[in-house]
């Protein structure tokens, strides 16, 4: 069936580097995607969105780039903080949310 | 910022009660969705309203049903519960085409 997933369950970086956590989707009819942070005890929080008539938007230290080629998008976060810490989760956006699985984003210091 | 409150963080109960989770949100969103979230499960969609007195089922909605009697509430009712419901019940809001916004979950125990 279709789906969006995430390629890694958990990404360890240092303090200060660059993460990146990818995201691949199945159905190239897909049109809109988003990066949604979940820390411990909380809801999801939005991040980022984009729709597939971009292949780059930018935020406040993220940037998401979406390869719609490969059906493939990814999140990467500049200079990693440790309140970066969460889970993190893409979703295609169609008549309600379908997310992937998550990836584990820990720092260390 | 859009606000969600889901109405109880902790709530525990017994297989069989009828059980009550509201969800209020203050921006005036028409569409709002019940997900629940399990370990290696991600979240998945249980219901949605795109409007006041309008409801759609989500992948999983067997054991569930849902009220909008007003656009800013929206209510999940478990019938009868069972153990398997034990689960971090999420709701979101959302303008049309929106991204949704997400309250902070109610963890659900069925004893």
């Known amino acids: 069936g279709e789906s969006v997933g995430l390629h890694l369950p958990t990404l360890s970086v240092q303090e200060g580097d660059n993460s990146i956590i990818n995201c691949a989707y199945s159905n190239s009819a897909s049109d809109y995607f988003i990066w949604y942070k979940q820390e411990s005890g909380k809801g999801p929080q939005f991040i980022i969105d984009i729709r597939s008539n971009m292949d780059k938007r930018q935020g406040q230290r993220v940037t998401v780039l979406l390869n719609k080629t490969v059906k493939h998008l990814s999140l990467q976060i500049a200079a990693t903080q440790p309140g970066d810490s969460a889970v993190y989760f893409c979703?295609?956006?169609?008549?309600?949310?379908?997310f992937g699985s998550g990836t584990r984003l820990q720092v260390q210091p | 910022d859009v606000k969600v409150t889901q109405s109880s963080r902790y709530l525990v109960k017994r297989t069989g009660e009828k059980v009550f989770l509201e969800c209020v949100q203050d921006?005036?969103?028409?569409?709002m969705f019940w997900y629940r979230q399990d370990p290696g499960l991600g979240l998945r969609l249980i219901y949605f309203?795109?409007?006041?007195?309008?409801?759609e089922k989500g992948d999983i909605p067997e054991g569930y049903s849902v009220s909008r009697e007003k656009k800013e509430r929206f209510s999940l009712i478990l019938e009868s519960a069972s153990t398997n419901q034990t689960s971090m019940y999420l709701c979101?809001?959302?303008?049309?085409?929106?991204?949704?916004?997400f309250g902070d979950g109610t963890r659900l125990s069925i004893l």
């Open positions: 979101a809001s959302s303008l049309i085409g929106q991204p949704q916004h």
């Open positions: 979703a295609e956006n169609r008549r309600a949310l379908t």
């Open positions: 309203s795109y409007d006041v007195k309008m409801k």
């Open positions: 921006m005036d969103h028409e569409n």
